[in-house]
């Protein structure tokens, strides 16, 4: 069955820490963030002279061993997890990438995606560069590799406006470690102190981790160069007019104990599930969460209409990304396999449900079937985010277009489908009531089809008239309506 969420992008981390088991701590602090990615994990050390690296598939507590890390030596070390958005879901795509070119070894770890990959992968090739992956990473890793100038920042700030779409890096030499954001801010970047050295990490929950303490998010454009001569603020080359932060790191990504932009996100989507009452109140008995990612919410809808909160399914936690398939018994089970209902607390009930997101609506009616197989009496189908009609580009696996239910079925449509009595998604400006910041700061482009950056390779991909994608120079943004058609 397709999933129906959307798939978290990666993880980053870096740590600049003299005196520190480096590697390890990097460890820990992946395992933090690996709800951002789940195929592949990785970490590379630097000792001051060379740079090694170690990437395996599958989840961080098996990607590693003691040998492992051990083999691993330095004071400087990033890390990464991996969902693929660009490139399969193979070992040689595993990150951090390492290079080695004339200007010395550089490893870099990505979480994003770039809209012109395929641009810069044809200009390294005819360079004579041989790839060895299908991953804008690596193409970007090779850009800042090849790049001249007499410092790191420099370097770093030469390459950045060949770079289209979205990135935060953490890049690493034998002697340094760099944080880089880009000038949209779309994906999260924060900077932390763990006693004399530094750490950047994609969310502040790896900070905490491994008992670091939080200084600062990385602004949009920012490079943040971290040596021996402490941390030292690059600004942008190329400074950006907006900022893009993709919503979802709100809404859905982000682990609930990190902080985005000043706000706990636990709170924020509290907030987002009393306005999601406001907006769309039932007159119910009992409010359930799809959990994980849903249960603030739901505490928040609970909590603003007066109706009890209470856990109707449980989730099989140790079901994540599998290749291996249920026999055919198991499959028509369907969301069995990752959720289980108590009846107690659903008997006689009328149920408001509360989800993040549906993206194809693949399992929000299985998942309503089971609710009545356990008793409810009617289920009210509440989503705390706005309906999801665009597919996205910068390094979040959501969909085509074509399979998105929201762009092919209208809101009340959706609910006969799935099964629900009644269904009601938060509006645009309740989640921005909710998140407290403008919607100038946010990249909306899944929910409103106005995207941030010009996605002509994108639309290239998906062979597309020649007119659409010539109209996506780099000097124009398209609108959703023109990526559609």
Known sequence: MPY??????????????????VARLTFFGLYALQHRG??????????????????????????????DLARLPGHIAIGHTRYSTTGGSRPVNAGPFLVRAEGGPVAVAHNGNLVNSDILRRELTEQGVQLTSTTDSEALTWMI????????????????????????????????????????GVRPLCLGRLGDGWVIASETCALATIGATFEREIEPGEIVVIDASG???????????????????????????????????????????????????????????????????????????????????????????????????????????????????????????????????????????????????????????????WPCYLGVDMARRDELIAARMSVDEIGRTIGADSIGYLSLEGLLRAIALP?????????????????????????????????ASPASTLTGEQAAH
């Open 145 to 184: 590799a090849l790049s001249h100038g007499r410092d790191l920042a420099t370097r770093v700030r030469q390459v950045m406006p060949r770079f289209v779409g979205a990135y935060s890096l953490a890049i690493m030499t034998p002697d340094a470690l760099v944080g880089v954001r880009d000038p949209l």
């Open 231 to 389: 941390a030292h603020s690059h600004p942008a080359p190329q400074p950006s007019e907006r900022h893009a932060m993709c919503l979802f790191e709100f809404i859905y990504f982000a682990r609930p104990d990190s902080k985005l932009m000043g706000e706990r996100l636990h709170l924020v989507r509290q907030r987002m599930g009393a306005e999601l009452w406001r907006e769309h109140p039932a007159d119910a008995d009992v409010v359930i969460p799809l959990p994980d990612s849903a249960v603030p919410a739901a505490i928040g809808y609970a909590q603003a209409s007066g109706i009890p909160y209470a856990e109707g399914l449980i989730k099989n936690r140790y079901i994540g990304r599998t290749f291996i398939q249920p026999d055919q018994r198991l499959r028509e089970q369907g969301v069995k396999l990752k959720f289980n209902a108590l009846p107690e607390a659903l008997e006689g009930k009328r149920v408001v449900l509360i989800d993040d997101t549906i993206v194809r609506g693949t399992t929000s009616r299985p998942i309503v079937e089971l609710l009545r197989q356990s008793g409810a009496r009617e289920v009210h189908m509440r989503v705390h985010a706005p309906p999801i009609m």
């Open 4 to 21: 129906d969420e959307p798939r978290e992008e990666c993880g980053v981390f870096g740590i600049y820490a003299p005196g520190e088991d």
């Open 439 to 471: 919607r100038s700061r946010f990249c909306t482009a899944c929910l409103t089809g106005e995207y941030p950056v010009p996605i002509q390779m994108e639309l290239e991909r998906l062979a597309l008239t020649p007119r659409v994608a010539a109209a």
């Open 38 to 67: 789940q195929e592949s994990a990785g970490i590379a050390a630097a000792d001051g002279s060379d740079i090694r690296i170690h990437t395996r598939m599958g989840l961080v507590n098996t990607a590693f061993s003691e040998e």
